[in-house]
């Protein structure tokens, strides 16, 4: 493996490396708790996985977390799932989350941004003070803490509000984006029973307006423990009957009360992609996101009150939630709601270049469509403010680093993360003191003991594995929401290997630390005994022009066999001849391996995705294998159901 990319595609300078906040706490943590001041960020990550206890105390006193009441130690019972962070110790995370308005109270919070790509900024002190005058609103409505509040909400401003005035109170947030049908938010909000639910009534998106009045309406009636319904009118209505107006709540001006409350005191909820089933209700606490995402933001992201950080998301991703955590650093955030690539592909980076980002994050198969199409962000648009281009969602292919490197800028750091919704975090990506290499994350996070292994539980290094986790972090779920014996919850991550998270991705460490990911384990291609990753195949085939997409799913067969199709969806105009055939399987025997070729190449209609975006691969796989509909899929959690009875019709034919 590391003989693949002998050279570095990007080296920071040595001003860069001493400026880096993650090497001021590696110098502060040397002298004040024993780390290591020499060997760089390889000796400061295995202290704090073998330190982890000194590592998360050090990140509290960096950051100057306030604990209104102090902790009695920093990791009680360390097993996993059940590890107890900071007993004794209660805070407040939207306290932190505000902190910078005392110092900067006329600078820019938010930088919002919708499809005219005009920011308009919402200072600290307006931030603040909204949020002082809905916290009081929500308390004086009976909202206590432990009560769930719901947002229906694209990303925009009075998403942030809601969410920060509900962590003020002690309330548990949780949203979903407004594209999401009736039938997804109640999967998922009937679950956690909110009893308050603020909602547009409509948005806009790819230069056109959507109403959403009537899925308001079908929540309002299917979520009867709502006691209040807040009207935010984006597209101009009038405040429906029985709903209450966004302005009268937060026209106050009132300094916030922030709740106290333990630092295992659940935060938000955030949802499984659910293709399977209803989505997994995971719950994350006040305490464990704040540090974790300090941690992360802080030292890893490199952020502080200088930066702008612009991540393309909707409040339906966890993405949107760590975007929010920019503001615990101080951070201005941007907040984009509109199409990822409207009224051209070159979108995103127009509001880069227009909200001045420092740090731009959006996802690999953004990169990828920008490089199909032909665009040249360097030549189009100023980014000289842009530091690192970071990327998720998916593996970045290595020919997405190359096009960043060639079309943004030669010094230009990539960061290429993977994490989870499970842990609203990254375990492996971003560090600004460390070379990136073509294909690779640069190294695990701070304080995750992040390891490849095989099915016996033995550590692989240069070889392919299961990702695995085998200590605590503090924003692993606390539980998944109804699940009283935690027997779904222990099953998600932890029935492989006893004690030890397994996150269901193939990944390969490599000898100099780095990472290599390569699509889900639980979907992975097994031919012949060789494991392979899809994400390899969609590297090599979508580079062929005339392919969009494509899909890859491998199946045992009952007699043994084993099947592997490719389907693929064309570009306009292309057809699937056999000079097109021909190309795509001798890219792949040339590019990967002859056991890589599929045994057919199937055109279809389209490639089925999560709602955020992700292929999804296990579904069809269980379509393909006669698994009906309703069982193989949860339809709530799909972007086009109707491209899945091609994959149900091809399977009634097989048979």
């Known amino acids: 493996m590391s003989t693949v990319n002998p050279q570095p595609l990007w080296l920071p300078d040595p001003e860069r490396v001493a400026q880096a906040q993650v090497t001021k706490f590696q110098a ?87 499809e005219t790509h005009e920011p ?125 107006a966004w302005s009268a709540l937060t026209g106050a001006d009132v300094e916030p009360v922030f709740e106290q409350v333990p630092f295992d005191h659940p935060l ?74 409207f009224p051209d592909t070159g979108a995103q980076w127009r509001v880069a270049e227009r909200t001045g980002a420092t740090l731009y994050g959006t996802s690999a198969a953004y990169v990828m469509a920008c490089r199909k199409a032909d665009v040249h962000p360097a030549r189009d648009f100023d980014l000289s403010k842009v530091a690192c281009v970071a990327t998720t969602g998916s593996p970045l292919p290595p020919d997405g680093f190359r096009w960043l490197h060639d079309e943004v800028r030669d010094d230009l750091w990539i960061a290429s993360v993977s994490g989870g919704t499970d842990v609203c975090s990254c375990f492996a990506g971003a560090v600004p003191t460390l070379p990136v290499y073509v294909g690779e994350l640069q190294a695990p996070s701070l304080g995750t003991d992040l390891q490849s292994w095989d099915p016996s539980g033995k550590p692989l290094v240069d070889e392919v594995g299961e990702l695995v986790v085998t200590n605590p972090m503090p924003s692993m779920p606390i539980h998944f929401w109804n699940d009283p014996d935690g027997s779904r919850y222990h099953d998600s991550y932890f029935s492989t290997y006893p004690g030890v998270w397994r996150h269901g991705d193939w990944i390969t460490v490599t000898s100099r630390g780095s990472v290599v990911i390569h699509g889900r384990s639980d979907s992975t291609l097994n031919r012949q005994g060789v494991r ?66 599929p045994d057919e190449i199937i055109e279809v209609p389209g490639i089925p995705h999560t709602l955020t975006g992700k292929r999804i691969e296990v579904p069809v796989k269980r379509l393909l294998q006669g698994t009906p509909l309703e069982k193989a899929v949860n339809p709530g959690s799909i972007d086009n159901l109707d491209l899945l009875h091609f994959y149900e019709d091809l399977a009634r034919k097989r048979a």
């Not at 024993?34 to 990140?59: C, I, M, N, Q």
């Not at 390899?536 to 022009?545: K, L, M």
């Not at 494509?550 to 067969?557: A, N, P, R, T």
């Open 120 to 244: 308009s900024p919402v200072t600290w002190a307006e931030l603040r003070r909204q949020v002082g005058s809905l916290a009081a609103e929500l308390r004086a409505r009976g909202v206590r803490p432990g009560d769930r509040v719901s947002g229906y909400l694209p990303n925009i401003p009075q998403a942030v509000v809601a969410f920060l005035a509900t962590a003020a109170v002690g309330g548990v947030w949780t949203s979903c984006a407004p594209d999401f049908g009736a039938r997804s938010v109640l999967d998922r909000f009937q679950q956690v029973e909110p009893v308050v639910l603020f909602t547009v009534d409509g948005y806009r998106y790819g230069g056109k307006e959507h109403d959403r009045r009537d899925v308001v309406a079908e929540l309002r009636r299917e979520l009867p423990t709502l006691r209040d319904v807040v009207h935010i009118p984006l597209l101009g209505t009038e405040t429906p009957e029985g709903a209450v």
């Open 268 to 341: 938000w909820v955030l949802y499984s992609s659910g293709t399977t089933g209803l989505p997994k209700a995971i719950v994350q606490s006040q305490g464990g996101i704040l540090v974790e995402h300090l941690k992360q933001l802080g030292l890893h992201c490199d952020l502080g009150s200088e930066d702008r950080f612009f991540w393309y998301t909707s409040t339906g991703w966890m993405m949107w939630n760590f975007l929010v955590s920019g503001l615990l650093t101080g951070t201005t955030i941007v907040l984009y709601d509109g199409s990822p690539g």
């Open 532 to 597: 392979m990753g899809s994400a390899d195949i969609y590297e090599a085939v979508e580079r062929i022009p005339e392919i969009k997409e494509s899909l890859v799913i491998g199946i045992e067969q009952p007699d043994g066999g084993y099947w592997m199709p490719l389907f693929v969806h064309l570009a306009p105009g292309a057809t699937l001849d056999e000079a097109l055939l021909d190309r795509v399987r001798r890219t792949i025997r040339e590019q990967l391996s002859p056991r890589h070729v």
């Open 28 to 114: 502060w943590a040397a002298e004040h708790h024993g780390a290591p001041a020499d060997g760089g960020y390889e000796a400061l990550h295995r202290w704090s996985v073998d330190e982890l206890d000194t590592f998360w105390k050090a990140v509290t006193e960096w950051f100057d977390v306030r604990f209104s009441t102090p902790y009695a130690r920093v990791l009680g019972d360390r097993s996993m799932p059940g590890a107890q962070w900071f007993p004794g110790a209660s805070l407040n995370y939207a306290e932190h989350a505000l902190r910078a308005a005392a110092a900067r109270a006329d600078e820019p919070a938010l930088l919002c941004v919708d």
